[in-house]
């Protein structure tokens, strides 16, 4: 079924040449791999700020580790007479003697109860200081830059729902910011996009706009249903699940808002599959009211649905 508005390229490009993932990735992530050393030298601090908090600690552990093991084992091979402790027999042997002294001289803590001797040992050590001091800059700096970088925590419907609206039908899907902070002049952006032939036969991607019962909202404290009227201008106007199924469905959404907080723009971005759409079924209420009169928002409900027998 050909769209109702003519396609276009929102940076996804049209050609298709083979069976492909899902457009954007459920973290947000647009599915797309680079190759060369140009796109992975300019990727490695974007990688670092980006990844997950266990896997960094993970990466700075590692680091830290590997580097004193490194050190550890130049001192063992400069001899046993390059490190000096305080006291002959700290119950250590050697290896981790060099392996503490390290410790010491990466951190710059310097205690002093072992200390290098000769010219070879204090060039090392020398150099390990230096390099810590640099190492533990850039920590500090990758570790500010995560801390301080603002982005929308939205949490998202698991699915899509195509509902009762008026006096047809519409597809729909809920957020909820997941923080406490307020998000203001939220503006959504939502697009279907398609796999089908064009008259050469040729298969491609197309996209087209779904317009929206509501764009924009003046700020996101509850939960916020986005609804796309299925009407006579609709691509969706006439569509089955296997229609869907068939043309490799897709419904990517782009998200604006302004994080009172950090007094900046967010963004994000999320997307449903053909499979990931509920039919007959609308969102259940995700907030009720305490009994002191608050609004409580249940984030544990924002995927809650209740089917619809009569539609």
Do not use: C
């Amino acid at each position: 079924m050909p769209p109702a508005t003519p396609s276009f390229d929102p940076g996804l490009t049209q050609q298709y040449t083979g069976p492909l993932l899902r457009a954007i990735n459920k973290d947000g992530s647009f599915n797309v791999r680079r190759r060369g050393l140009h796109g992975l030298a300019g990727s490695v601090y974007m990688h670092l700020v980006n990844l997950s908090w266990p896997r960094f600690w993970g990466l700075v552990a590692l680091a830290f580790l590997t580097a004193n093991i490194v050190f550890a084992m130049i001192y063992t091979v400069l001899g046993s007479e390059s490190l000096r402790a305080a006291e002959d027999d700290i119950g250590l042997g050697f290896f981790g003697k060099a392996f503490f002294f390290s410790v010491h001289t990466l951190t710059t803590v310097g205690y002093g109860d072992i200390y290098p001797l000769g010219l070879a040992a204090n060039v090392v050590a020398s150099a390990e200081a230096a390099l810590g001091l640099m190492g533990f800059a850039l920590a500090t700096g990758l570790l500010f830059a995560r801390f301080s970088r603002p982005n929308a925590q939205l949490v998202f419907s698991h699915r899509m729902v195509v509902a009762p609206y008026r006096d047809g039908h519409s597809l729909q899907f809920r957020m909820a910011n997941r923080r406490n902070n307020v998000l203001t002049d939220v503006l959504v952006d939502m697009m279907l996009m398609t796999v089908e032939q064009d008259a050469e036969g040729q298969l491609r991607r197309n996209f087209v706009e779904l317009k929206l019962e509501r764009r924009k909202i003046f700020f996101l404290a509850l939960t916020w249903t986005v609804v796309h009227p299925i009407d006579e201008s609709s691509p969706l106007k006439g569509m089955k699940a296997a229609d869907l199924e068939r043309l490799q469905a897709e419904v990517l959404i782009l998200i604006r808002g302004y994080d009172d907080s950090f007094t900046q723009v967010v963004n994000t971005r999320y997307s449903y599959r053909w499979e990931e759409v509920e039919w007959s079924a609308r969102f259940a209420p995700a907030f009720d009211v305490s009994p002191a009169g608050h609004l409580v928002l249940d984030l544990d409900r924002i995927s809650a649905t209740s089917p619809i027998t009569n539609a």
